[in-house]
């Protein structure tokens, strides 16, 4: 059984960093893509940024291209997601996925494993 644990969350001011970390752990996971979405209260959930373990380029959404970095251990089976240039608009639930078929995509239900969600609140 995959596992997926969030870590990283917290409360910064704009223009600040935050750097997620999601463990994953109940499989080898060199053939998966994986990556972050999140959601904020009122709206729907969305696609932040994925790479694939077996050396694509890492894709990020327009809005947070420049200022989020993705990048992954696979000695460790962690994924981390370096978050700098923060906005308000970037406070969110932040969730770890995991896609164990297929190429990368954008769309959440491609995405068979979630963590549980870190919290990022960036205030202005």
């Known amino acids: 059984q995959v596992r997926l644990v969030e870590s990283g969350g917290g409360l910064v001011q704009a223009g600040g960093s935050l750097r997620l970390s999601c463990a994953a752990s109940g499989r080898t996971f060199s053939n998966y893509a994986m990556g972050w979405f999140r959601q904020a209260p009122g709206k729907e959930r969305e696609f932040v940024a994925v790479f694939k373990w077996s050396g694509s380029s890492p894709y990020y959404v327009d809005s947070v291209k420049g200022r989020f970095t993705i990048s992954g251990n696979n000695d460790k089976n962690t994924v981390d997601l370096q978050m700098n240039s923060l906005k308000p608009e970037d406070t969110a639930v932040y969730y770890c996925?995991?896609?164990?078929?297929?190429?990368?995509?954008?769309?959440?239900?491609?995405?068979?494993?979630w963590g549980q969600g870190t919290q990022v609140t960036v205030s202005s």
């Open positions: 996925v995991v896609k164990t078929t297929g190429g990368v995509t954008t769309r959440g239900a491609d995405y068979a494993y």
